[in-house]
Structure formats: C-alpha cells, structure tokens
C-alpha cells in the first residue's frame, strides 16, 4: 500500500509541478493529499463507523504513517466534518439542478424537495455518512463553529422549499415547521428504503414522498 501511495504521489507532484506556478505548486500537492486522506477516511468509516474509526486506522488505509495525518488534520472529527461539508455541498449543487429559480413556487417546492430525496436515494453512501453524526443518538466530537457550519449547510438545502412555502402563502413560523416536517418525513422513508424494511408495507418511498409533498403543496395553496 505504501509503495502505491508513494508512486500516486509521485505522479501528482510531477502533475502538480507541471500544472502550476511555483508560488502554488506545494498548495496544490497537499490538497492532493488531503484529498487522497479524506477518500481512505471515507472507507474505514464506511467499514467501522465514526466511534471505531480512528487516525492510526485512516493512516494505514491511506498508506501514511499516523503522525503525518496530524500534518493535515488534527482529529478524525476534523476529517469527518470535511467529508460531510463536501457531501452537504454535492447535495446543495443536485437540489440546486433540480428545480429553476424563476418558476412557479408550486413548481420549485415539489422539483427541490423531490431533488434533495433523490440526491440521497440514488447515493446511499451519502446518506451513511450523515448518520454516523448521531451514532448512539448523540452528536459526536465536532466544534461548535463547525457543527454550525453542518447544520447550516443542511438548511441551505432546504431553504428553496421553504420559501417556495412561504411565497405559497404560509407564514414564517408555519413554512418553517412544515420544511422540519418534511424533512423528517424524507429521513423516515429513505431509512425504510436503504433498510429494505418497505417492503414488509409493500410501498415505494419515492411514490409515497412524492404524494406528501403535493399534499403539502395543496395544503398551503389558497
């Protein structure tokens, strides 16, 4: 493994040196190894989760000795909070393509919503990773300053359906709480899906989701 990474390296460094000016090639090899990190994180939390994972694990994975992470990241929380924010914001860019701005609040409500379910059915892994976040039902190990910058990235994701609701006709407090509700309508029925517990209902998620956001929108539409 060592000998593969030292020869990935290699080829990026030179790839590097010949793609940049010297005053950025040494900025662009560390985020090429950070990069290399956060994708052998991804696969032992994959395998072991947020609480079994540790920094001498990804090390191995990654083929670098465990202090050389420290070089870049001071703690497999440090890690993971960067894997979710890449993750957060391949979700904001998919619910972004799902639905254009300039059309009707009805339009953009359903197409956002049903873009963000999407985004997570069709990347299961994705939402793994979200999870690990809360194994033993509480959140683990991450700053103040970025669990705010998580939470806030989630909400960005969101906000297209709440303000659809709003510009629908229901006030700040009532577009907020059905934005929570549907959100937690979406988790329930993508954990039932990746479960494969559906089908003792015999239903279809997406079918069902679908359903409660139309619902939703008549439900708010004078």
């Known amino acids: 493994m060592k000998k593969t990474v030292a020869l990935a390296e290699n080829r990026v460094e030179g790839d590097a040196a010949a793609a940049h000016p010297r005053g950025t090639r040494l900025r ?3 985020e090429l190894k950070r990069q290399m990190i956060l994708d052998a994180a991804r696969r032992v939390f994959e395998k072991e989760g947020l609480l079994g994972a540790n920094m001498r694990a990804i090390a191995a994975e990654a083929g670098y ?3 050389a992470l420290y070089n870049h990241y001071p703690s497999k929380e440090d890690i993971y909070g960067e894997l979710l924010l890449q993750s957060l914001d391949r979700l904001n ?17 359903e197409r956002h919503a049903l873009a963000f379910y999407d985004f997570y059915l069709e990347n299961p892994r994705e939402l793994d990773l979200g999870f690990y976040y809360f194994q033993e039902m509480r959140p683990l190990g991450l700053t103040p300053e970025l ?12 906000s297209s359906v709440e ?12 577009a907020l709480r059905e934005t929570t509700a ?7 029925l993508l954990l039932l899906t990746h479960t494969g517990r559906i089908r003792m209902f015999g239903q279809d998620g997406r079918k069902l989701f679908a359903a409660y956001v139309k619902k939703l929108i008549q439900q708010e539409t004078p």
């Open 163 to 174: 303000r659809g609701l709003a510009e629908l006709g229901a006030g700040p407090a009532d």
């Open 65 to 67: 000795a465990a202090s």
């Open 182 to 188: 549907l959100f937690g309508h979406c988790v329930g």
């Open 28 to 30: 662009a090899v560390n």
């Open 147 to 158: 669990n705010d910058r998580l939470n806030q990235r989630l909400r960005d994701a969101l």
């Open 93 to 109: 860019e998919a619910v972004h393509h799902g639905g254009n701005d300039s059309s009707s609040p009805r339009r953009r409500v």
